[in-house]
């Protein structure tokens, strides 16, 4: 069985209106607050006061902190609200340094470019829909519990963290009814997936976002439901094998240029070794700034982005990690 939806977006934009490319602004902080243990929110506004680009739930944005310190977050605000961006920030001391220097420089009145927004996580038409977060995974999953609201749709939200104290937005989705589930470990242990996902439901789309293990015990739980059900979105790229890596050629149409990659470069490197602009951000797999049309060839696909249907109609790759599964690639650059 396979489910096939349209991204639920008529009742929030004309999308002729959502942005087309890597659109670039300089916003404001006009608010901050720390709403749980670890957890900043940001407001973001223009500096000029004009309209935002408009977004769809799902959609994340860039905000670049020096020329090479880029970091996505997911928009948690509402897409009605064309006035201003919300996110929401989770210290993570032992990462690589963006969300401490959120946590630690970023105050109201600090300026701060903005790109996007972008949307590899869009929430497509259902009658029902459940909706699985772990910690700060759950800031897609907030628009979107807005969307299913107006849609008229059934849903339900199971919201898990490490403790209430670590859980952001527990009075707004409290306010929601008893459709949010609150999970805290501390108190609960782990969510019991079984009890959500052992059953298929057909006609019922699954969210979920948070860290990797919440993700991969879904994703098994979740293997008996009907194609296209199971949607994610993930943190960090995963683990790949690269030792049987070889070489391939890339010819890049719109120069007429082709280049060698070797079994040790990624296409990104080589593409801008040889001059030619990609927008790149997390260079990892997981943000999508890089995402490439393929004119000829197959990809081997290594990016969290793409969902399994996307990898295997082979339309786009991510060229900062995917490599080619043919002696040759055709790219659109």
């Not at 459940?130 to 749709?153: D, S, Y």
């Not at 009814?177 to 108190?187: E, L, N, Y």
């Not at 050629?249 to 490197?269: A, K, S």
């Amino acid at each position: 069985m396979t489910m096939v939806s349209e991204p639920l977006q008529s009742q929030f934009v004309d999308p002729g209106d959502l942005p087309v490319g890597d659109a670039s602004l300089l916003a404001v902080v006009a608010g901050r607050r720390e709403c749980a243990r670890g957890v900043v929110e940001l407001v973001l506004e223009s500096v000029d006061g004009v309209d935002l680009p408009a977004w769809e739930p799902g959609a994340h944005i860039d905000l670049v902190l020096e020329d090479d310190l880029i970091r996505q977050y997911s928009l948690c605000g509402d897409p009605l609200d064309r006035r201003s961006y919300r996110v929401a920030v989770l210290l993570e001391p032992e990462g690589r340094g963006g969300s401490r220097r959120i946590h630690e420089q970023l105050s109201v009145g600090s300026r701060i470019e903005v790109r996007g927004p972008r949307n590899h996580f869009p929430l497509h038409q259902s009658p029902r829909y459940l909706f699985i977060a772990g910690g700060i995974g759950v800031t897609p999953m907030l628009p979107m519990v807005g969307a299913a609201e107006r849609a008229g749709a059934d849903w339900r939200l199971v919201y898990g963290g490490r403790s209430e104290e670590t859980m952001a937005y527990l009075d707004e989705l409290g306010a929601l009814g008893d459709r949010v589930t609150f999970w805290p470990a501390d108190s609960k242990g782990l969510i019991d997936l079984e009890k959500f996902l052992g059953t298929p439901a057909e006609g019922t789309l699954v969210y979920s976002c948070g860290p990797e293990p919440l993700l991969a015990a879904v994703e098994a739980r979740c293997a008996s439901w009907p194609a296209g059900a199971l949607n994610l979105e993930r943190f960090s790229a995963v683990e790949i094998d690269t030792s049987a890596d070889t070489g391939f050629d890339v010819e890049l149409r719109q120069t007429g240029t082709t280049l060698h990659v070797n079994e040790d470069q990624t296409i990104l490197e080589v593409v801008t070794g040889a001059g030619v602009y990609v927008s790149t951000s997390c260079t990892e797999g997981t943000c999508g700034s890089c995402e490439t049309p393929i004119l000829e060839g197959r990809a081997e696909h290594r990016d969290v982005v793409l969902s399994p249907e996307e990898q295997e109609e082979g339309k786009t790759m991510m060229i900062c990690v995917s490599r080619a599964a043919c002696p040759k690639l055709v790219l659109d650059l």
